[in-house]
């Protein structure tokens, strides 16, 4: 009998270590995270044969980083298998993502929560200050980077510790009015904080002051800090700068001392026809002796007001750059 021109595959007789080394470059680079279901999930891997489903299973790369949606939380059964995964990845740092359009449910934080001592990559969407606390509940000793995002508006209230024994967090991605956090700020080298008031930015950098990285959403047209006359914020090591603003009125209050600042980006939705000097000041007023590279963004559509020579006219020793972005 002539056997089956499909019986026979070259692909089932690579070695083990080059098709975990195939499988891992089906996924995401890591932290970045596949759906838990559907294409480009490991669990398609698990599926084309015998063999490749035995080496996908005992491989715990594949199955440290998870990420959910509205589409998968609907359903019990994907907090089951979120409990798979993380049985599976051990022991591995994990990367979870559990974002919009719909926050964060509590069966999923109830799956992740026992893994804490993995938690290396977090990206979360809460809905309520239970869920927000329970960060508080034990060390998270490998956790480098948390995103958050609270989606109900919060409230005064006594201030909330977190993550007070996570030794290796860097960064932090603050998207809601986190004034009443109190967070490792200090050990911290990247931030970013959108949607937080001027009283909460100000607290928080003032006590961030071995960050090297800073991203801000000031939400006031003006970008300013009301009430913090007086208050100069010093942060030496920072190296970079990223301003979102509507129309950038300079100097800011307080003043920023930033004398390792080596990139300063402004993102503006609305142009301004005295940005120059106002640049030219906050440069000086915040001692930017080693800047060498300025970028302004500005919306794609928008005339622009002011040349790209005239910057680099009023910038000599720095590299300018510019770019247009979509409303």
């Given amino acids: 009998m002539t056997s089956s021109p499909f019986s026979y595959s070259p692909t089932l007789t690579l070695p083990t270590e080059i098709v975990v080394e195939i499988f891992l470059h089906f996924l995401p680079a890591y932290p970045l995270c596949p759906p838990l279901g559907g294409l480009g999930s490991p669990t398609l891997l698990a599926q084309i044969c015998r063999d490749w489903r035995e080496i996908a299973l005992a491989t715990p790369r594949l199955w440290r980083t998870i990420s959910v949606d509205s589409n998968w939380i609907i359903f019990p059964r994907e907090v089951a298998r979120a409990h798979i995964w993380l049985q599976r990845s051990h022991p591995l740092p994990l990367s979870l993502r559990f974002g919009p359009p719909t926050a964060f449910p509590s069966p999923f934080f109830a799956a992740i929560t026992p893994y804490r001592q993995r938690w290396a990559y977090l990206d979360l969407h809460l809905v309520d200050r239970t869920q927000l606390a329970a960060l508080r509940d034990g060390p998270t000793p490998l956790l480098r980077c948390i995103d958050l995002y609270f989606h109900t508006r919060t409230t005064a209230g006594d201030p909330m510790v977190l993550l007070n024994d996570a030794p290796l967090l860097h960064t932090v991605l603050l998207n809601f009015n986190a004034a009443m956090l109190v967070l490792p700020w200090a050990q911290l080298t990247s931030l970013t904080l959108k949607r937080v008031d001027a009283p909460g930015r100000l607290s928080i950098l003032q006590s961030a002051s071995n960050l090297q990285r800073l991203e801000l959403f000031l939400?006031?047209?003006?970008?300013?800090?009301?009430?913090?006359?007086?208050?100069?914020?010093?942060?030496?090591?920072?190296?970079?700068?990223?301003?979102?603003?509507?129309?950038?009125?300079?100097p800011l209050e307080p003043t920023f001392i930033l004398p390792a600042l080596r990139h300063l980006a402004i993102v503006e939705s609305r142009t301004n026809f005295e940005r120059i000097p106002a640049l030219a000041t906050f440069i000086a007023t915040a001692g930017c002796t080693q800047l060498d590279e300025l970028s302004i963004t500005v919306n794609k559509f928008q005339f622009p007001l002011i040349s790209e020579d005239a910057y680099r006219?009023?910038?000599p020793g720095v590299r300018v750059s510019f770019a247009k972005r979509e409303l």
């Avoid at 047209?221 to 942060?235: K, M, R, S, V, W």
């Fill in 219 to 250: 939400q006031l047209e003006q970008g300013t800090f009301p009430n913090a006359q007086g208050q100069d914020i010093l942060i030496p090591r920072l190296e970079s700068l990223k301003l979102h603003v509507r129309t950038l009125h300079l």
């Fill in 313 to 315: 006219k009023a910038f």
